[in-house]
């Protein structure tokens, strides 16, 4: 798959360098790590003439039933051993120092040392991604290999850190269309030097923020969303659940979207959204994708779902968090992502996004068969290999009946959306089928 598209941009290519920049910045759910990280994205996306808006909520602040913890700036973190040499130092792997640490500065034991580090038995060579936001603790995480050849001694632990009142950082960006309708796209700015969990997910919204900004028209208003996951998105709940709950008709969470693996759905609830349907009806024409349950949630899916709150949300993966190995770990780095990954993404996203844009519920405009060759249709027509394009085309006039959405046909005709939208259109244009927007879906 080519990364390139019409305007000569190699896409696939320039979000994977922006994903290397932002790849060895040490974030969390609050910090300057996650302002400096919006920052890069902000420089990307200004140049199409865009902005983020960066919002920061104050620590304490109450948000639904949690609260805004206090801000964490980290400095230095690492362990020595008595000869002075630094046996991990977070400025090798920012995964060393647990996330949320406060500080600690004592010379221990070797059995005191195993106390605060944690390491991932099952995988010895990596090192895993810890945190504790809300209890206050120190701690260090290395590989169980390099913890396993520690000899007896004294350590001393090392972390410079703090918490205090500060705030939470989010940024969005709105496009307005013709209508206050939306779309949302989001994913979450809270993990350190991860590629795939989360660094691809980052790198997509801000692309799509700029074909977006390109499209000639828009039907739609494009909510786009980075913040920290869980609390972030609780968050930007507290403040906007009711205009999203009047205008949003479709929301996607990225998760894990940067390697070439699989492209996964995890579905809302109960599975029956205008999100479900259509990113479903996408992602089927890929050669490989997997379908989940909400029962699989991982993401702020699960916010968006919560009873009570009820948004047309669906999360979109390539491998989902946990069923690639690497996940929360060091081996998740820039190795995992490729551009031919993210732009597949990318790809999937755009199609999605042509594909709402133009949906409606057709309805054809004569009685009987239209007489196609009259009006030139047949030539009009692309064959493909796959399926015979004239078919297609009496099928889908066959189930125009004013019921259908683009969505049901696809899944009628088992013909991808995209695929058929030139026929729709040259259908619509020859004032054959008319397309009623949909309303309250
Ligand atoms: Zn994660």
Wanted: aromatic share 10%; net charge negative; glycine share 8%.
């Amino acid at each position: 798959m080519s990364g390139t598209v019409n305007d000569g941009r190699d896409i696939g290519r320039e979000m994977y360098d922006l994903a290397g920049k932002i790849f060895p910045i040490c974030r969390s759910i609050t910090g300057n790590g996650v302002r400096e990280t919006f920052r890069i994205l902000d420089e990307y996306i200004a140049e199409d003439g865009i902005r983020f808006n960066i919002v920061e909520v104050p620590s304490g602040t109450k948000v639904l039933d949690w609260t805004v913890p206090k801000e964490w700036a980290i400095r230095a973190a690492y362990i020595e051993d008595e000869g002075g040499n630094r046996i991990i130092d977070m400025n090798d792997n920012n995964l060393h120092v647990l996330g949320y640490s406060i500080p600690v500065d004592k010379w221990v034991t070797l059995d005191e040392l195993k106390e605060c580090v944690y390491t991932q038995p099952d995988q010895p060579d990596v090192i895993p991604y810890v945190t504790s936001y809300y209890k206050e603790r120190y701690g260090f995480c290395m590989s169980q290999r390099q913890l396993d050849s520690l000899p007896e001694g004294k350590y001393h632990l090392y972390i410079d850190s703090s918490l205090f009142d500060g705030s939470l950082t989010y940024a969005e960006a709105v496009i307005p269309g013709e209508t206050d309708e939306e779309l949302m796209i989001t994913s979450y700015s809270c993990h350190p030097s991860m590629a795939n969990d989360e660094c691809s997910g980052m790198v997509v919204v801000p692309a799509l923020i700029r074909y977006v900004q390109s499209m000639k028209n828009r039907r739609y208003t494009y909510r786009f969303l980075l913040n920290p996951e869980t609390i972030g998105a609780l968050t930007y709940l507290s403040f906007n659940m009711d205009h999203l709950k009047a205008k949003l008709k479709a929301g996607v969470v990225f998760s894990c979207v940067g390697d070439d693996r699989d492209y996964s759905i995890i579905h809302t609830r109960y599975g029956n959204t205008l999100a479900d349907r259509s990113l479903t009806s996408v992602i089927r024409g890929r050669e490989h994708y997997s379908e989940y349950t909400f029962r699989d949630r991982g993401s702020d899916e699960r916010q968006y779902n919560a009873p009570g709150i009820d948004l047309p949300v669906v999360s979109f993966c390539r491998t989902k968090h946990d069923v690639f190995p690497e996940y929360h770990t060091s081996a998740d780095n820039m190795d995992m992502i490729s551009p031919e990954g993210l732009y597949g993404t990318y790809e999937v996203m755009v199609q999605w996004i042509q594909c709402m844009e133009a949906n409606g519920k057709y309805k054809i405009t004569v009685l009987g068969e239209p007489q196609l060759g009259k009006r030139g249709l047949y030539p009009t027509v692309a064959q493909k290999t796959n399926y015979d394009g004239i078919m297609v085309m009496r099928d889908i006039i066959a189930y125009a009946d004013g019921t259908n959405d683009l969505f049901d046909l696809s899944a009628i005709t088992g013909v991808p959306p995209y695929e058929m939208l030139p026929i729709i259109k040259s259908l619509t244009e020859n004032g054959l089928m008319t397309a009623e927007e949909m309303v309250n879906i």
